[in-house]
């Protein structure tokens, strides 16, 4: 291996133990369609898509083209009361693949600055009709949704709210849809859990009072807590009670979003139509970042013909909102989506998928396995006392070997590219069976 030009310690690397990566590092240099390679030279084959957003593989000329010429054409515009083609186009593109009146998109940077978008759209649309007394927000526990402080509050998961005090105010949580004793290993949903959605009128409307709530934000397949698939019924059951209470209904959809429960969005897919969408990661194949807010026209109407004529109607946005460079890497992906036609190819390979991943059942220390699309985890049982330590030790072993898969605390996280192929599936749960064999004789 080549020596490293660089030293690892002033890089603070984000949602990682710091210390134990610096001593053992895992330096990806380069990467194409299903493959990256390692500082070592090692080919690892991709099984999470990144972080569940390079859907269509690595390093597509297509899009690295678009943005290479996009650099030397236009290399930054700015977007407040000034324009350029890239967004508009985009908006366009995105809205036809939304589901219902969802017409109207809003650029970011990110998943994390779509959801604090949408909370502030959400608020901002009661008070344009005159709720302006509806501000609370409501989240799922395990839900995530980025690391701004209106996604962190609206989060479930506790390690990511502990150390950052009292976060938004009014603010409650659902509870979340998971119990080994009544769903593990379902093979998609869940026959067991609708019933949890009415705890939206029983606990959370009946103590804080329809008229003062805002929205419910959760993602439609719960991703980075590890893959929690919504119970058949239970989507549809969340929109009826939004409805009856006037209650904005927000997709999470930065990780569901571009294909990967075999749609376009997991709207589609579940045939429920939320409020608002937000999205990032796979819009532009993950290549330049970029998330996106879309909205209903009703939403988008009121608050633009609700303010004064000449004003700003939202009071909110980025300098690098609809960034040209982001603007063209989406409309090549998309155009790619498009071509591969990868979201059916999606719908078509996650029967292939989920009997792969649970032929794992009988595999060492498994608790559950629990798959969606082209989504799936392994729930690991704890080693006692180290929580986190048989996840942690999976994901080195399969990467050592040759495979990348994610691990949240215990759980093994899969979202391979669109691309992967029945054989790379195989090849990709076939390692994790031996790496989880191998540790068991190790810590029985
Ligand atoms: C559902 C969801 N929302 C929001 C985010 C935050 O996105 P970003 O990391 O781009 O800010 C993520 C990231 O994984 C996510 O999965």
Redesign the pocket.
């Known amino acids: 291996m080549p020596p490293r030009d660089y030293p690892l310690e002033p890089f603070w690397i984000p949602f990682t133990a710091n210390r134990q990566f610096k001593a053992a590092p895992r330096i990806l240099v380069s990467a194409k369609d299903m493959h990256y390679v390692a500082e070592d030279g090692r080919a690892v084959l991709d099984g999470t898509a990144g972080?569940?957003c390079v859907n269509a593989g690595h390093c597509r000329e297509r899009i690295t083209e678009a943005i290479r010429k996009q650099a030397a054409e236009l290399d930054y515009g700015p977007i407040f009361q000034m324009g350029h083609p890239g967004p508009f186009k985009v908006a366009e593109r995105v809205k036809k693949l939304l589901p219902g009146d969802l017409e109207h998109v809003f650029f970011t940077n990110?998943?994390?600055?779509?959801?604090d978008t949408a909370l502030k759209i959400a608020l901002a649309y009661h008070r344009a009709r005159g709720e302006g007394h509806r501000r609370w927000l409501i989240g799922r526990e395990r839900g995530?949704?980025?690391?701004?402080f209106g996604?962190t509050s609206v989060g479930g998961i506790p390690a990511n709210r502990r150390a950052f005090g009292n976060l938004l105010p009014y603010v409650d949580h659902l509870p979340h849809t998971h119990d080994l004793e009544h769903n593990s290993f379902s093979r998609g949903q869940p026959a067991w859990g609708a019933h949890l959605a009415e705890e939206l009128e029983h606990r959370i409307i009946a103590l804080h009072d329809a008229s003062n709530i805002a929205a419910v934000i959760v993602?439609p397949v719960a991703?980075?807590t590890g893959v929690l698939v919504p119970p058949k019924g239970y989507l549809e059951r969340l929109r009826e009670l939004c409805d009856k209470h006037g209650i904005l209904l927000i997709f999470?959809?930065?990780?569901t979003g571009f294909g990967r429960v075999g749609a376009p969005f997991a709207a589609t897919r579940f045939g429920v139509v939320p409020d608002i969408i937000?999205m990032?990661?796979g819009i532009t194949n993950a290549t330049v970042?970029m998330?996106a807010v879309a909205v209903r026209r009703g939403i988008y109407e009121s608050v633009v013909n609700g303010a004064a004529e000449n004003a700003i109607e939202l009071a909110h946005g980025y300098t690098y909102s609809g960034h040209p460079l982001a603007a063209a890497a989406a409309l090549a992906t998309l155009d790619l989506y498009e071509e591969e036609r990868l979201f059916e190819r999606a719908a078509s390979l996650a029967p292939h998928f989920e009997n792969a991943v649970h032929s794992l059942r009988e595999a060492p220390h498994v608790a559950d396995i629990r798959n969606f699309g082209m989504m799936a985890a392994i729930e690991l049982e704890p080693i006692p006392g180290k929580p986190g330590a048989r996840g942690y030790q999976a994901l080195v072993r399969a990467f050592e070997r040759g495979v990348l898969v994610r691990t949240t605390g215990d759980v093994i996280a899969m979202s391979p590219p669109l691309i992967i192929s029945k054989e790379q599936i195989d090849e990709l749960v076939g390692t994790l069976a031996s790496v989880l064999r191998e540790m068991a004789t190790q810590n029985p």
């Open positions: 972080l569940w990110s998943g994390s600055e779509s959801v995530y949704h980025g690391a701004g996604g993602e991703g980075s999470d959809e930065v990780i937000t990032a990661k970042p998330g």
